[in-house]
């Protein structure tokens, strides 16, 4: 026995026998083929009915205007600036099983992204963002908390896509 060469010089695959012309006897130093797999698909976390009844309600406007930029857009939603619908209550990593995590009531639809626009506003000025109900902690319930619109009036959002008074307006 070569102490040079190894054991696996010594099999039969290693020295070619039983393999296919053109084919390579596999070494420790081959890696192992890999076949590709399919990614998993998303199902979309918002129904399309909640995000067209959120888009209805907005008017394709923004319903925060938390940056002076958005203002001065005129509060405009376009694909220059980025959209989004913005969790109110965030469904935290992996997703979130309370069944009021993807209805109306807990979407804002704003500008940018959650690093621009009013959407990054929200999410870097967060003690700013739970006062005004654009953030809501977890156990607080979506359709209850009443929020700062863009020009300054508290709404409560609806899981129906509509603003309503808050209780204390009336």
Known sequence: MNRRSGLTRHTP???GKGLAPGE???TSATPLPRTPTAPKPRRPRVAAAVRDAVLARSGGHCEVAATSDCLARGRSLDSH????QHHRRPGRMGGSSAASTNTAANLLHV?????????GAIESNRTEALAFGWLLHAGQDPELVPVRLWNGR????TVAGEY??????A
Do not use: F, W
């Open 24 to 26: 390579r006897a596999l």
């Open 164 to 169: 309503a008074a808050p209780p204390d307006a």
């Open 111 to 119: 500008c940018g992204s959650g690093t621009t626009g009013c959407h």
């Open 154 to 157: 508290r709404v409560l959002l």
């Open 13 to 15: 695959l290693a020295r």
């Open 81 to 84: 600036v980025g959209v989004s």
